[in-house]
T-cell receptor
Framework: NAGVMQNPRHLVRRRGQEARLRCSPM?????VYWYRQLPEEGLKFMVY????????ESGMPKERFSAEFPKEGPSILRIQQVVRGDSAAYFC??????????????FGSGTQLSVL | GQNIDQPTEMTATEGAIVQINCTYQ??????LFWYQQHAGEAPTFLSY????GLEEKGRFSSFLSRSKGYSYLLLKELQMKDSASYLC?????????FGTGTQLKVEL
């Protein structure tokens, strides 16, 4: 009974490259959330997706960042032309029902992105 | 918007009791969560309060006062493995807003 699966666990990119982070939600969950965590800081909401729909992307930078959750396959967070400031832990979470604020989230182990 | 405030760090002794406080201001409120996060690991759910009062679950209890915008997490019979960051989170609508977390260090 797999939980939320994220890969890769660690990702190293040089400035200007693209980073692709993958997240498979828990079985039966169709709601996915991406959060970013910097050292000594809390989790910052980025985007909330349901299958084939972006519901709320208010926390995601307008440029270089995009997210998708296709009908088949994992959710992808894509960062184009990475910069050093993108270095952080990126966590994916999923929930069964609608509305993260009254239902607990299940988190993946995160992807640690390091930009050289 | 949401604003959540909790202490940055706390230290307590093994076997003791510790209370981690959280105050919040939120434009919408659908409940308050506590998560535990060990270094380098995923946050894991501890508790959820939507009504005022105390919710007890084993060694962990969580309290909520909606009128005061206040919650606390109470950990009893502390163990070394309880050393972790404790995140308070709340929100309305689609997203949970997390505090910066309280780093708890349990010492012998």
């Amino acid at each position: 009974n797999a939980g939320v699966m994220q890969n890769p666990r660690h990702l190293v990119r040089r400035r200007g490259q693209e980073a692709r982070l993958r997240c498979s939600p828990m079985k039966g969950h169709s709601h996915v959330y991406w959060y970013r965590q910097l050292p000594e800081e809390g989790l910052k909401f980025m985007v909330y997706l349901q299958k084939e729909n972006i519901i709320d992307e208010s926390g995601m930078p307008k440029e270089r960042f995009s997210a998708e959750f296709p009908k088949e396959g994992p959710s992808i967070l894509r960062i184009q032309q990475v910069v050093r400031g993108d270095s952080a832990a990126y966590f994916c979470a999923s929930s069964h029902g609608q509305g993260a604020t009254n239902e607990k989230l299940f988190f993946g182990s995160g992807t640690q992105l390091s930009v050289l | 918007g949401q604003n959540i405030d909790q202490p940055t760090e706390m230290t307590a002794t093994e076997g003791a009791i510790v209370q981690i406080n959280c105050t919040y201001q939120t434009s919408g409120f659908n409940g308050l969560f506590w998560y535990q996060q060990h270094a380098g690991e995923a946050p894991t759910f501890l508790s959820y309060n939507v009504l005022d009062g105390l919710e007890e679950k084993g060694r962990f209890s969580s309290f909520l006062s909606r009128s005061k915008g206040y919650s606390y997490l109470l950990l009893k019979e502390l163990q070394m493995k309880d050393s972790a960051s404790y995140l308070c989170a709340t929100g309305g609508g689609n997203k949970l807003t997390f505090g910066t977390g309280t780093q708890l260090k349990v010492e012998l």
